[in-house]
C-alpha cells in the first residue's frame, strides 16, 4: 500500500500531518519494512519472548501484531497521533499482549527508568529529524530511549540514514555500543536461510563509519539498521 505524500518532508516531524494523515487514511500501513523481513534479526536481539518491548511511533503498522503472533507477549506501543492510539486501542482491545500509549518520544516519563529490554524504531527518528529544530529534538528522543532502557538492553533503528548522518547522532547521545545491519529496501517478505544469514551478520563500522562504503558501495538500496546496546551507567560515566 503506498500513503499519500505529505506536502514536505518537513510535515513528517510535526504532530497536526500524522493526526490528519490518520484520519484520513486508516489501512494498516508499515513504514520501511514488515516483521517477516526482520524477523531474524529481532530473535537475534531479543531471544526472550518474556522480555518487556517498546515500539515509538507504532502508527497502525501491523508489526507489533506479528511479534506477538511469534511468541512475544508484553509489546507497548507509543505515537504522538491520539487519532492512531485510539482506533489501535479498539482494535486489539483483545489483545492483552499489545498495549497502546498516546506519548511523545522526546518526554516518556510515564515509564520508569530501565523498564524495558528493547526499544524498536521504525522511521520515528527519521520523522523527528524532518521536523523544525531537529537535532534538538532527536537528542531529546535518544535520551528518553537509553533512560527507559535497562543495562545491555537494545534499541533497534531502522532507518533510511547512512552512518555519516546517524552515527554521529547516536555517539552523541553517549552510552552505546553499536552494531550495523543492513536490508534491501525491497526485501521480500520473510526470508531465506541465506537471507536471514546476511542479515544478522554485522556490517563492518569503523569509527566514522566509512568501512560501510568499503563493503556496499556508495548509496546502496538498502535499509540501515543499527542495534544500540545500552552500556551500564558506571561505564558511561
Not at 497502546?100 to 510515564?110: A, F, G, N, T
Request: charged share 25%; glycine share 6%.
Amino acid at each position: 500500500m503506498t500513503m499519500g505524500t505529505p506536502p514536505s518532508s518537513q510535515a513528517y516531524g510535526e504532530p497536526w500531518y500524522w493526526d490528519n494523515r490518520y484520519a484520513t487514511e486508516s489501512a494498516p500501513f508499515d513504514w520501511y519494512q514488515k516483521y517477516p523481513s526482520l524477523a531474524a534479526l529481532i530473535r537475534l536481539y531479543v531471544p526472550h519472548r518474556h522480555h518487556r518491548v517498546l515500539v515509538v511511533g507504532c502508527g497502525n503498522s501491523v508489526f507489533s501484531e506479528e511479534m506477538v503472533n511469534d511468541g512475544y507477549e508484553d509489546v507497548v506501543n507509543v505515537d504522538i497521533s491520539s487519532v492512531v492510539i485510539d482506533a489501535m486501542q479498539a482494535k486489539y482491545s483483545n489483545r492483552q499482549q499489545l498495549k497502546y500509549i498516546k506519548l511523545d518520544v522526546r518526554d516518556m516519563s510515564p515509564f520508569q527508568s530501565g523498564s524495558f529490554d528493547a526499544v524498536i524504531d521504525k522511521g520515528t527518528l527519521d520523522s523527528i529529524m524532518c521536523g523544525s529544530n531537529s537535532r534538538q529534538n532527536a537528542a531529546q528522543m535518544l535520551d528518553e530511549v537509553w533512560r527507559v532502557l535497562k543495562d545491555k538492553g537494545v534499541y533497534i533503528l531502522i532507518t533510511y540514514g547512512a552512518p555519516v548522518y546517524r552515527l554521529g547522532l547516536l555517539r552523541e547521545s553517549g552510552g552505546w555500543s553499536i552494531k550495523l545491519h543492513v536490508i534491501a529496501k525491497l526485501a521480500q517478505e520473510g526470508t531465506s536461510d541465506q537471507q536471514a544469514r546476511e542479515l544478522t551478520n554485522p556490517v563492518p563500522l569503523d569509527e566514522s563509519g566509512s568501512s560501510v562504503e568499503d563493503v556496499l558501495g556508495k548509496n546502496p538500496d538498502v535499509h540501515y539498521i543499527y542495534v544500540c546496546t545500552k552500556e551500564p551507567r558506571t561505564a558511561r560515566e
